[in-house]
Every structure is written in C-alpha cells, then in structure tokens.
DNA sequence: TATCGCTTTATTGTATCCGATTATGAGGTT
DNA sequence: AACCTCATAATCGGATACAATAAAGCGATA
C-alpha cells in the first residue's frame, strides 16, 4: 500500500520543506476544490480564505494567482477569483492534450519501471475493479494513472499531466456519477489491458491502450454535455 | 503586416486591460528573460525589480510567483528568485513534449484557417527566409508557428504552446548563433513544406512534417550539448 | 413601472513596516 | 593552510494599514 497523501497534490514534485504558509495555503485551496468541497463557479473571497487557513490575505492572493497558473482559479483583476468552469468544448481540449501527453509519458516509464513498480500498477487496478463507491473509485484511478508516469523520469512532462487531472477533476467525479456502475468494466479492461503491456514491457502498445482509453472516455464525455449544464453555486 | 507586439507575450490571451501593475510586472520580467537580456541562473533581486519598475516589492513577488508557475523562474523559499536555467535534458523533454502537443494544435488550424490565415504563414515564412539576424530569425520562427496555431480554436492548448515556446526561447537564441546561417536552408525547406500541406488542407500532412520538423531539431539540439555548459552570469 | 444615474459599501490592489531565515565574512582552531 | 564556528548583514516572507476600483443598492425621473 503506498501512502499518497490523499489526493496527492504534490505527487511528483517532493512535498519539500514546505514551511512557509503560501505553499500551505496553495495546497490547501486546490485541496478544496480536487475535493469537491469547492465547486466551479464558486467566488474566492480573499479575506474568508485568509481567515478560515488563519493567515492574512497576503498569502491567499499569492495562492490564488499561483492556482490561476495551474488553471485551477480564474482572476478577474479588481474583481475577484473564481474557482475555475469548464464548458464541454475546454474538457474535450484537455482529453485531446492528455491524449497526446500521458501516451508519451507511459512509453518512457515502460522503458525505466522496476517489477516492483508493476506490481502496484496491477494492486491498485485490482483494487479499483473491487472498490465500491465513487471516490475510491477516483482517487484509484488517479493513483494507478499518475504512478505509471512517475518512473519516466520527465519532471515538466509530470508535472503538466498531473495540473489536467486537477483541472478536470470535478467532471471527472460528475461523470462517474452520472455513468453509476454499470459501465465500468471497459474501464477496467482497459486498465487490466494496460498494465499487462506494460508486463511485457510493450511501451508502444500501452501507449496506444492508454491513447484510447482516454480517447473513448473523451467520445463518451462528448455525448453527455449535461454533465456541464449544473451550474453548481458554490459554498465557501 | 500583422502587429504583434515585439515578442508577443500576450499573443494568445486578448492583452485584455492590464491596467494592474502586476501584470504589466509579469510582462515586463517575461520580457526581460526572453528577450534575453536576462539570462538563465541569473539572480533576480527583488528590490532591484521593484525600482526598476517604479513599484513596491509587493507586485514583484505576485510576478515572480506566477513566473514560476510558467516555468521561467525558480523560487527557493526565503532565499530568492533565479532565471530558470534548463540543462539538455529538460530541454529535449520540452521538445517532446512539443512534438506532440504542436502538431494537434496545427491540425485543428488548418481545419479552421481561412486563406487569408495561409497568405500570412506564407509571407512569415518567406520573410524569415529573407531575413538576416539572430533575432530577426528568432523573432519570425516563433510568429510564424504561433501564428499557425492561432486558428485551432484551444486556448489552453495554446497557452501551453506559448510556455514552452517561452521557456526555450535562450537556447533556441544559443543554438541558432552557434549553428551560424548555413543550415537554415533546411529549416526553411520544412517550413514551405508545411505552408505547402496547409495550402492544400492537408492537416495530417501538415502535422507529420511539423512533427518532424520539431523532432530533427531535438536530435540536432541532443548533438550539440555544450549549448548548455554556458553558465552565463546574469546582469540585472 | 421600468430604467438610468448616483452614492454607498464591500473587496481588491498597493505601500510601508517588522520579524525570520539564509547567505556571507571574519576569526579562531585543528 | 584548510576547515569549522559564530556573528553580522542582506534579503525574503508576512502582517497591518491605506488607496483605488468595481459591484450593488437606492432613489429619482421619464
């Protein structure tokens, strides 16, 4: 069992001394909104932030900025910040980069994973065909995921994967939800597809396992532009 | 002629009103390192900004934050802020990276481009051939190809183009100087070549040679590591 | 009654100040 | 002579306070 913190904020880059309150604040804030806590749309008071983390507004309005560059915030200038919206069209251009990015970084960290580092992708996509509820089932598939990039040893290449899964985080659990059960199997399938390419070390073949499986996800989504529409109001 | 401004930070992202110092900070340190006047490792000093900007300190940080954010600085906590500085790794992953993000950006344009668009791509690239200098070269190469993405239609696939764009800008500036001009027939063989596939809405066309075009110069870039060694020292 | 304009209020952006952390240099010791 | 230690100085991160901007609510007028 690996021990990723939660949702894994800072998966790639080492949680580092992460001393000073700006960071804290950073991670805290996108915690909130990979969570769910905060929904898309919502208003991001400076001063409310400030004082449910117990610092001034001077590091939330650091933060804020810093997530407006991970694309999870949206900064209208003497306005405020809004935790960022996806219309169906931007979701669908961030599956087409993942399905150009993570494809590329699979084939790397086929070449460079140990048998160890194979073992947890079949752990964690085993676990994830016996998990039962929707979070586990997304916080699974982000693990498996993300950790079969994490041995292809290109830092920028992680580091970008990683910001698309936050800033489709909340579509991803909404589609989950709306899909329910019953289709899960190809997802699984596609995993457990996946993970034996990887087995036979065939870095070309998962890659293009892993290309369509984002892609038909991506179909999918496309046939669902409802999931959109819920204009969630946002609780602080 | 089209008037994108001298480097074009903001070419993609309407300049929207910057009327806040901060973003006009932002711009003007982006414009600094890409222009090269900054070079890689070199120190950024806060107080220094701030008065060469008529500023406080305070807008300064927000730019070097969000700088980091894209890549074009380094920050370590309670120690200051430095030009990021890539070593030929990370630049052959950036290129990539590149490879695969640029041609799908290329093939939605020429989906979209009107003929207009076309004459455009064609004067850019027989300008640059044309042309003389370093930066004349530099400056045309990067408006000519951010200029054929620009029809696609995907801001955030663009936003990132133009990072990586950014972030590479000093070594494309090293490695066109240290090649001299004998080569650059080639670059403007591939360039007509794509003009040529786009001419005939030929997106796959277009996409494959750009592929190539990217890839080739990874390779060149990969024989000629001691682009890297230079440890400018950085004037502010 | 609806719309336009103004005033008020809330929230953001900026400057100055202070504490904390890190880098630097001198001095002593092995 | 090289290395380690300690003190000093420079610089960064954060808090408080103030100014500017935008949103909202109220009132007046057509």
Request: charged share 25%; aromatic share 6%; net charge neutral.
């Amino acid at each position: 069992m690996n021990r990723t913190p939660t949702t894994g904020a800072s998966v790639v880059l080492m949680p580092s001394a992460t001393a000073h309150s700006s960071n804290r604040v950073v991670d805290a804030i996108r915690e909130l909104i990979i969570s769910g806590e905060l929904a898309p749309g919502s208003r991001l008071n400076q001063e409310d932030l400030a004082a449910r983390f117990s610092v001034s507004r001077l590091p939330v309005r650091d933060a804020l900025s810093r997530l407006e560059s991970d694309g999870l915030v949206i900064l209208k200038p003497s306005s405020g910040a809004w935790v960022a919206k996806l219309d169906l069209a931007e979701c669908l251009e961030i599956y087409m980069i993942r399905e150009r990015l993570e494809p590329l970084a699979l084939r790397h960290s086929v070449e460079r994973c140990t048998e160890g580092d194979i073992v947890l992708f079949g752990d964690l996509v085993e676990a994830m065909a016996a998990g039962t509820d929707t979070e586990t089932f997304l916080r699974l598939d982000r693990q498996f995921h993300l950790a079969s990039y994490r041995p292809c040893g290109m830092a920028h290449l992680q580091t970008l994967i990683e910001r698309y899964w936050n800033s489709t985080q909340h579509y991803r659990r909404a589609f989950t939800n709306f899909l329910g059960r019953e289709r899960n199997w190809i997802i699984h399938a596609e995993h457990r597809l996946i993970v034996d390419a990887i087995r036979r070390r065939d870095g070309d073949g998962a890659a293009h396992l892993l290309f369509e499986h984002i892609r038909r996800t991506r179909c999918e989504l496309a046939e669902h532009p409802s999931i959109f529409d819920a204009t969630a109001k946002g609780k602080i």
